[in-house]
């Protein structure tokens, strides 16, 4: 008979645990983990710029959706376009991607 008492307290006790609201905005914490993976803008700050090739020099920040540490790197332009909107020295937010196995920004923006 103690087998079905302790069986029956340790599935009340699961049942408890599991259904618990501090146990719950746990589970809510996990899935806001997911949402590191979703792109965001980077700050930096641009130390080159070749038009010409379509290409830009940034030392920044981490990239959190890439799981990359901040360092300097070249980048190229999605749309040498973009290039317009920077200039060397400038603080930037910019969003980048790995396309076709290079590094790719698709956005930048000034920083404020």
Do not use: C
């Not at 259904?19 to 700050?43: L, R, S």
């Not at 379509?54 to 332009?77: L, N, Q, R, S, W």
């Amino acid at each position: 008979m103690k087998p079905r008492v302790i069986l029956s307290a340790g599935a009340l006790a699961f049942t408890a645990f599991a259904i618990h609201p501090v146990f719950a905005q746990m589970n809510m914490d996990h899935a806001k983990t997911d949402m590191a993976a979703t792109p965001g803008m980077t700050e930096g700050e641009v130390r080159k710029i070749d038009k010409d090739a379509g290409k830009i020099t940034i030392k920044h920040g981490e990239i959190k959706h890439m799981d990359m540490p901040p360092m300097t790197m070249v980048f190229v332009a999605k749309d040498k376009a973009l290039l317009d909107k920077a200039a060397v020295g400038a603080r930037i937010l910019f969003m980048a991607t790995s396309e076709n196995g290079q590094m790719t920004v698709t956005d930048i923006q000034p920083a404020k």
